[in-house]
């Protein structure tokens, strides 16, 4: 394992409540990333972080909102959870040695969100 | 935007039988990567190739680097049960612009007859 810690690991909530997922790594990555996995869909980027307070936007970020205040935690918000936001929400790191991609992504095991 | 096909979208084959998939684009890409994902877990990461023609193996799996930066290939030899699941394909398009844009495929499930 790469020492990703996705928290919790399973959620119910209702529609219009707020939502925080918690990633925490042990490696001291430089790049953090929080995707999505949705059936037809694959695995698409949310918002990723190359640094302490350092954070930008995905291909699919709408409705998300992101923090790390510590190199080690990133949490993903949902200010206001919809039905559409569904998804297993996976967090990845990288080292970022020379640019975020020239080391490979290590994935956590998952969030499994379900909004009703 | 840029995409990635994946194919085959699944497959059933025979314990010991080898495997192949592919991935493939109209965009040349700098980085392939291709992961291997479980149920109920995160995708693991199989072998990561960094130029055109590489050739790499991890045990039983090779994969290549297309020549044309354009595709990449997943190979498995003499398939056994574990190794069941959903296989993907990732790439960094050459021109990247902004950071944060791996690119994945939709997809391989590997089914195997026991």
């Known amino acids: 394992d790469a020492g990703i810690t996705q928290s919790p690991r399973h959620k119910v909530t209702e529609t219009g409540t707020p939502v925080t997922l918690r990633c925490h790594q042990t490696?001291?990555?430089?790049?953090m990333y929080w995707y999505r996995q949705d059936p037809g869909h694959g695995l698409r980027l949310i918002h990723y972080s190359y640094g302490v307070k350092d954070t930008d936007k995905g291909e699919v970020s709408d409705g998300y909102s992101v923090s790390r205040s510590k190199t080690e935690d990133f949490l993903l918000t949902l200010e206001s959870a919809t039905s559409s936001q569904t998804s297993v929400y996976f967090c990845a790191i990288s080292e970022g040695r020379g640019g975020p991609y020239n080391s490979p992504l290590h994935f956590g095991n998952g969030t499994r969100l379900t909004v009703t | 935007g840029q995409q990635l096909n994946q194919s085959p979208q699944s497959m059933f084959i025979q314990e010991g039988e080898d495997v192949s998939m592919n991935c493939t684009s109209s965009s040349i890409f700098n980085t392939w990567l291709w992961y291997k994902q479980d149920p109920g877990e995160g995708p693991v990461l199989l072998i990561a190739?960094?130029?055109?023609?590489e050739l790499t193996s991890n045990g039983r799996l090779t994969a290549q680097f297309g020549i044309t930066r354009k595709d990449s290939f997943l190979n498995i030899s003499a398939s056994i049960p574990s190794d069941v699941g959903i296989y993907f394909c990732?790439?960094?398009?050459?021109?990247?612009?902004?950071?944060?844009?791996?690119?994945f495929g939709k997809g391989t499930k590997l089914s195997v007859k026991p």
């Open positions: 190739l960094y130029k055109a023609g």
């Open positions: 490696e001291n990555h430089r790049y």
């Open positions: 990732a790439g960094l398009p050459h021109y990247g612009g902004s950071q944060g844009n791996l690119i």
